[in-house]
């Protein structure tokens, strides 16, 4: 069978019993850091993903992929725009809302929340709050009835349950017989709702669209914008930047990636900061190579000019230990590349197995919103972590191959 002679010879060195077995323990420990920098990587990378994956999807569960907001108060045109809207490719659903900033009072508690008008009808169809309702039901919400919705950790503060009646306050002052007084309203809470995310469950409160237009004097008929849910989240700023082009003066929409932005980013950051950091494990295992080919290259100085004055060709003697060096890198990346694929697949099995054992929590569901610890294994990264790996494993292989290359026979045989 035909097998290229640097190959043969590399394959021969790799394989043999080496009389110096400090380089064998360097040579498997080389292959080991590069097989834990590999793992170490997919594993974290996963989890990271994970985490971002899991925040994504609770952020959106309140808020919707595009929002629609009218800048021209007067406008009231808003059904003919949602029709428009509904008809368009990818747009699952279109909600209208009004929305204010106030502060919800019960007793001597007092806590600001941001208010949202929906309708409870349409809202399923752009977010997951229906779901999401620990007590009650956003259906409980009828237009005149002043009902409400908390969320569960502004619930607690306030210390209010089901049924109870909380007075909302709002920046609009009223004409009264005594001065101006900010505009305030009895609402009797039919709903609670927790979502995970404490940007919403400590200061969101839904109220049915009708009443929030009379509590903020909202003309009859009018809306503050259209929530717009699509059926793939990543065509949002695409979605928004055509939509944008199209309406006319008065509307503007943004997409939740610019609502999020500064969230998002700081994720992106910090994957490519961990990137970087375990990529360094590699870095290591690699100088590890360096240091073992330089061994190698000293220990068969003999065996290299043996072969230089069969006619063996400095390229050549150079492919040999490139080929014994890129065996140790190839080898522990695919160890890795398999305990890596294997930690991220079952991590989520793995933690619970390491809790139970431990007798701990890893992620207090007291402390984390986030009690689980979520994986999403994206092969992209898998593909660009063992490519990483060859290649570095590949570069650190030249300087002592080119230093093998360099032998001359008659130096190194001067003394044999």
Same mark, same amino acid.
Request: hydrophobic share 45%; with cysteine; net charge positive.
């Given at each position: 069978?035909?097998?290229?002679?640097?190959?043969?010879?590399?394959?021969?060195?790799?394989?043999?019993?080496?009389?110096?077995?400090?380089?064998?323990?360097?040579?498997?420990?080389?292959?080991?850091?590069?097989?834990?920098?590999?793992?170490?990587?997919?594993?974290?990378?996963?989890?990271?993903?994970?985490?971002?994956?899991?925040?994504?999807?609770?952020?959106?569960?309140?808020?919707?992929?595009?929002?629609?907001?009218?800048?021209?108060?007067?406008?009231?045109?808003?059904?003919?725009?949602?029709?428009?809207?509904?008809?368009?490719?990818?747009?699952?659903?279109?909600?209208?809302?009004?929305?204010?900033?106030?502060?919800?009072?019960?007793?001597?508690?007092?806590?600001?929340?941001?208010?949202?008008?929906?309708?409870?009808?349409?809202?399923?169809?752009?977010?997951?709050?229906?779901?999401?309702?620990?007590?009650?039901?956003?259906?409980?919400?009828?237009?005149?009835?002043?009902?409400?919705?908390?969320?569960?950790?502004?619930?607690?503060?306030?210390?209010?349950?089901?049924?109870?009646?909380?007075?909302?306050?709002?920046?609009?002052?009223?004409?009264?017989?005594?001065?101006?007084?900010?505009?305030?309203?009895?609402? %009797? &809470?039919?709903? $609670? @709702?927790? =979502?995970?995310?404490?940007?919403?469950?400590?200061?969101?409160? +839904? *109220?049915?669209?009708?009443?929030?237009?009379?509590?903020?004097?909202?003309?009859?008929?009018?809306?503050?914008?259209?929530?717009?849910?699509?059926?793939?989240?990543?065509?949002?700023?695409?979605?928004?930047?055509?939509?944008?082009?199209?309406?006319?003066?008065?509307?503007?929409?943004?997409?939740?990636?610019?609502?999020?932005?500064?969230?998002?980013?700081?994720?992106?950051?910090?994957?490519?900061?961990?990137?970087?950091?375990?990529?360094?494990?590699?870095?290591?295992?690699?100088?590890?190579?360096?240091?073992?080919?330089?061994?190698?290259?000293?220990?068969?100085?003999?065996?290299?000019?043996?072969?230089?004055?069969?006619?063996?060709?400095?390229? %050549? &003697?150079?492919? $040999? @230990?490139? =080929?014994?060096?890129?065996?140790?890198?190839?080898?522990?990346? +695919? *160890?890795?590349?398999?305990?890596?694929?294997?930690?991220?697949?079952?991590?989520?099995?793995?933690?619970?197995?390491?809790?139970?054992?431990?007798?701990?929590?890893?992620?207090?569901?007291?402390?984390?919103?986030?009690?689980?610890?979520?994986?999403?294994?994206?092969?992209?990264?898998?593909?660009?972590?063992?490519?990483?790996?060859?290649?570095?494993?590949?570069?650190?292989?030249?300087?002592?191959?080119?230093?093998?290359?360099?032998?001359?026979?008659?130096?190194?045989?001067?003394?044999?």
């Amino acid at each position: 069978m035909f097998k290229p002679f640097p190959l043969y010879i590399g394959l021969r060195y790799t394989r043999a019993k080496r009389r110096n077995h400090f380089i064998s323990f360097i040579s498997l420990t080389s292959m080991l850091g590069i097989a834990l920098g590999v793992t170490a990587l997919i594993t974290v990378l996963s989890v990271m993903n994970g985490f971002e994956k899991e925040l994504r999807q609770r952020m959106l569960g309140m808020s919707a992929h595009v929002v629609l907001n009218t800048l021209d108060k007067q406008k009231n045109d808003w059904q003919r725009l949602r029709k428009d809207l509904e008809s368009r490719p990818h747009v699952n659903g279109v909600a209208p809302f009004i929305q204010g900033q106030s502060m919800i009072t019960y007793r001597k508690n007092v806590e600001g929340a941001f208010l949202q008008g929906i309708s409870p009808e349409i809202e399923p169809q752009v977010s997951q709050v229906k779901d999401k309702m620990l007590e009650g039901s956003i259906d409980n919400l009828k237009a005149g009835k002043f009902g409400i919705v908390l969320g569960r950790e502004l619930a607690q503060r306030l210390g209010v349950t089901m049924g109870k009646k909380v007075t909302l306050v709002v920046p609009q002052a009223s004409v009264t017989p005594v001065g101006l007084l900010p505009r305030m309203k009895r609402f %009797t &809470v039919q709903g $609670i @709702f927790s =979502v995970g995310m404490h940007e919403y469950d400590s200061g969101f409160v +839904l *109220l049915h669209i009708e009443d929030a237009a009379k509590l903020l004097r909202v003309p009859a008929g009018n809306i503050h914008g259209l929530n717009i849910k699509l059926d793939d989240m990543f065509l949002a700023p695409s979605f928004s930047r055509a939509l944008q082009e199209e309406l006319p003066f008065g509307y503007h929409s943004y997409d939740w990636t610019y609502r999020h932005k500064n969230f998002f980013e700081a994720i992106k950051m910090e994957k490519t900061v961990m990137f970087v950091i375990l990529t360094l494990i590699i870095a290591v295992a690699a100088f590890n190579i360096v240091s073992t080919l330089v061994m190698v290259v000293t220990d068969k100085q003999a065996d290299i000019a043996i072969l230089r004055t069969l006619g063996a060709t400095p390229r %050549t &003697v150079m492919a $040999i @230990f490139i =080929v014994q060096g890129a065996l140790i890198g190839l080898f522990g990346t +695919l *160890l890795g590349l398999m305990g890596g694929v294997g930690l991220a697949l079952n991590i989520e099995n793995i933690i619970p197995a390491i809790e139970q054992l431990c007798a701990c929590r890893i992620l207090s569901p007291d402390i984390y919103y986030i009690s689980d610890l979520p994986s999403d294994l994206r092969w992209s990264d898998v593909y660009k972590i063992t490519g990483l790996s060859l290649i570095i494993s590949f570069l650190a292989t030249m300087y002592p191959a080119w230093r093998a290359s360099r032998t001359q026979p008659a130096e190194a045989l001067r003394y044999e």
